[in-house]
């Protein structure tokens, strides 16, 4: 089976910008979550995505957004992009989104944002 | 609130050592917890978990974790270290009730030859 695999890997962008990164989950997974890491922060969950509803959603503020697709693909948002935003976007899947799964992560995105 | 302090930010050991890197947790309910490795420009690796049951763990490339409730601790260990161990490490935990993982800051270990 293909991995997570998440588009674009790299990414630049200036501050007000908006963004939006992508994440395909592995076949058959139909949950996604979406963390965030930066060197300051460490790693931040954003929020969960289970057959296209939004399960869970940590501390962010709501210029980060997402969704989930009917094929469980997931695309996440920021809008009006901050200096502070730069960081590996990282998504991860599991097949019900049940803790004792396993989630398998993918590369994650990197953004820069100038 | 669920917490995770991972004690060390860098772990230097020399290969064939013993790799020993800690991790507290702190949670008002019974807690599963995870190790993860993250190797440069990847995603992150499961290398075990506690969930429920035995309380000593094995995971992969023979590393291995004990559950302490009374300590609240789930120490990641590994009797000798390989080159290709060098990575960044990261314990977690989640209620149970849900998959929203909280990590520690993470540990950096380098192995020496």
């Known amino acids: 089976k293909a991995g997570v695999t998440q588009t674009p890997r790299y990414l630049i962008k200036t501050r007000g910008q908006q963004v939006t990164l992508s994440c395909s989950p592995i076949?058959?997974?139909?949950?996604v979550s979406w963390y965030q890491q930066t060197p300051g922060q460490g790693l931040q969950f954003l929020f969960e995505?289970?057959?296209?509803?939004?399960?869970n959603k940590g501390n962010f503020p709501g210029r980060f957004s997402g969704r989930q697709f009917s094929n469980s693909r997931s695309e996440m948002n920021v809008s009006t992009l901050e200096l502070g935003d730069s960081a590996l976007y990282l998504c991860?899947?599991?097949?019900?989104?049940?803790?004792?799964?396993?989630?398998?992560f993918g590369p994650g995105t990197r953004l820069l944002v100038l | 609130a669920q917490s995770v302090t991972q004690l060390g930010s860098h772990v230097s050991v020399s290969e064939g050592a013993l790799v020993l890197l800690r991790c507290n947790y702190s949670s008002s309910v019974p807690p599963y917890l995870f190790w993860y490795v993250q190797y440069p420009n990847q995603g992150l690796q499961l290398l075990l978990k506690y969930t429920t049951g035995a309380t000593l763990v094995k995971g992969i490339n023979g590393f291995e974790a004990e559950f302490k409730k009374s300590e609240t601790s789930f120490h990641l260990t590994k009797p000798s270290a390989h080159m290709s161990d060098a990575a960044e490490y990261f314990c977690?935990?989640?209620?149970?009730?849900?998959?929203?993982?909280?990590f520690g800051a993470g540990t950096i270990l380098r192995v020496k030859s």
């Open positions: 995505y289970f057959s296209e509803t939004q399960r």
């Open positions: 977690a935990v989640s209620d149970r009730y849900g998959n929203k993982l909280v």
């Open positions: 991860a899947s599991s097949q019900w989104g049940e803790v004792q799964e396993t989630q398998y």
């Open positions: 076949s058959g997974h139909r949950s």
